[in-house]
Structure formats: C-alpha cells, structure tokens
T-cell receptor
Framework: DTAVSQTPKYLVTQMGNDKSIKCEQN?????MYWYKQDSKKFLKIMFS???????INETVPNRFSPKSPDKAHLNLHINSLELGDSAVYFC?????????????FGSGTRLTVV | EDKVVQSPLSLVVHEGDTVTLNCSYE??????LLWYKQEKKAPTFLFML????IEKKSGRLSSILDKKELFSILNITATQTGDSAVYLC??????????FGKGMKLTVNP
C-alpha cells in the first residue's frame, strides 16, 4: 500500500485556471508538508500542518492555499495559475514527536501550466 | 515500480568518526541520483550523480555512484555534531520526478 499518495501525478492546465492537488498518508503521521521542486532539483518547503494546524507558511503567493481536513490529508489549491507555477510538487509526512526523522515523500505531482 | 532503499535507517557515532550511508535503487530509465541533507525544513541539496565511478566531493562529504550494481554511497569523514541530520537519497528516472528513500538519521555525539 502506498504510504503517501498524491493525485494527480501529472497535471497540464492553462494559465488562469484553478487546480487542486491532493495528498493522503496512511502512516499515522501527524505532520504533513508541501514542497516545490525547482528546475535545479532544490526542494523548497511551502507549508506544513501538524494535527490540522498550519505551522509553517513560507513566502508563497496567496494564490496557493493549503487545506487539511484531517491529519491524514493535506491538499493544495492553486488559484489563477501562472507559467512560473510549473514544477513538481511533493507531499511528505512525518511524526512531530521525532523531528528530522522518518520523512516519507509522495511520488510528486508534475504541474505544467501552458 | 521505482524504488529507493537507504541503509542503515539510523546511526549514532562520535565526533571524528567516519560514516558511510548506502542507497540502492530500482528505477526505469535512470537519469540521476541525488543526496540531500535535511535538518529542519526543506532538504539541502548535496550532490547529483549521473555517471558511474566518478566521485563527487565537497569538504568532508563525498559520494560515488555504481550504475551497474545500482547503488550509491555517501561518505562523511571526521564527523561533527553539525552533521547530525536526516540524509535523503532520491533517484530521477524516466518520468523526471524524484523518488525518495525514507532517509537515514545520523546522530553525531560530542
């Protein structure tokens, strides 16, 4: 069974559209993350939720809004998509009580804005 | 299905020790293997390896790839407490997306 699953795996959409990426984990972790991978393979954290509460909110456009309906889910909604939003987005999860250990990443969602 | 396996999952050493982290992989249409160091938030990029047998070095860290045996190692010599972190291995295959291992937690004690 997939531990951290993201859907969709690929997303091609036009500028100006609104889209969502979903993430679910079945590991019993209490903390979930969204990362954006840039063209140089650097991973930049965007958001983190612990027990459904936002704990990390890096400087990202307001067009990006995370939503965590429960500990096992963290979705990413993007409004008014722009060309520069094209990237691979990774979801990850971990246990807050054991920081810096046991990160599990999803397989990524490749977003292409045309 | 693409897969990345790291070993050991955790390691505790004393300052000055040398450690070797292992990463084995199965991936379709291999493109590159990457090592990251994760301390708090986002992983920090360390190395990207694409060719077998060519060692990449940065200070006390070095890494090498064996594309025949499908593995890579990350060496850290003269470890320091600041090396304590989770080290992630990731592989890029034909889909161009990264597949991550679960990470290896290194603890360096004074």
């Amino acid at each position: 069974d997939t531990a951290v699953s993201q859907t969709p795996k690929y997303l091609v959409t036009q500028m100006g559209n609104d889209k969502s990426i979903k993430c679910e984990q079945n590991l019993g972790h209490d903390t979930m993350y969204w990362y954006k991978q840039d063209s140089k393979k650097f991973l930049k954290i965007m958001f983190s939720y612990n027990n459904k509460e936002l704990i990390i909110n890096e400087t990202v456009p307001n067009r990006f809004s995370p939503k965590s309906p429960d500990k096992a889910h963290l979705n990413l909604h993007i409004n008014s998509l722009e060309l520069g939003d094209s990237a691979v987005y990774f979801c990850a999860s971990s246990r807050w009580s054991t920081p810096n250990y046991g990160y599990t990443f999803g397989s990524g969602t490749r977003l292409t804005v045309v | 299905e693409d897969k990345v396996v790291q070993s050991p999952l955790s390691l505790v050493v004393h300052e000055g020790d040398t450690v070797t982290l292992n990463c084995s992989y199965e991936v379709t249409n291999f493109r590159s293997l990457l090592w990251y160091k994760q301390e708090k938030k986002a992983p920090t990029f360390l190395f990207m390896l694409t060719s077998s047998g060519i060692e990449k070095k940065s200070g006390r860290l070095s890494s090498i790839l064996d594309k025949k045996e499908l593995f890579s190692i990350l060496n850290i010599t003269a470890t320091q407490t600041g090396d304590s972190a989770v080290y992630l291995c990731a592989v890029q295959g034909g889909s161009e997306k990264l597949v991550f291992g679960k990470g290896m937690k290194l603890t360096v004690n004074p």
